[in-house]
């Protein structure tokens, strides 16, 4: 049974950072590819960035370039999001997830497991 455990969401100002965790098991994930994704009360799910698993180069949304850092340490079984200048409009629950097909997509899609998501709320 595949479980996606993110954490480390929270509360912060506007330029402040914060760094996701999101912790894999119950399966190998070699040839997956991982990624975020946020959504924000009202909106529609919105992709974030996502890398392979086994690395590379990692796809970022525009809203996120050079924010933001996508990352997994495959022996630790975790991928992270490094979040930096943070705005409100950054403020949405976060998702870690896996397509275990390993596409490079920004499709919510084509990710078949998901983690229960961790809040991220930045005020201005």
């Known amino acids: 049974q595949v479980q996606l455990v993110e954490s480390g969401g929270g509360l912060v100002q506007a330029g402040g950072s914060l760094r996701l965790s999101c912790v894999a098991s119950g399966r190998a994930f070699s040839g997956s590819r991982v990624g975020w994704f946020r959504q924000a009360p009202g909106k529609e799910r919105e992709y974030v960035a996502s890398?392979?698993?086994?690395?590379?180069?990692?796809v970022y949304a525009e809203s996120v370039k050079g924010r933001f850092t996508v990352s997994r340490d495959s022996a630790r079984s975790t991928m992270y999001l490094q979040m930096g200048n943070l705005k409100p409009e950054d403020t949405a629950a976060y998702y870690c997830a896996v397509d275990t097909l390993g596409r490079i997509s920004t499709s919510a899609l084509l990710y078949n497991y998901w983690g229960q998501g961790t809040q991220v709320t930045v005020s201005s």
């Open positions: 890398i392979q698993w086994s690395g590379g180069t990692p």
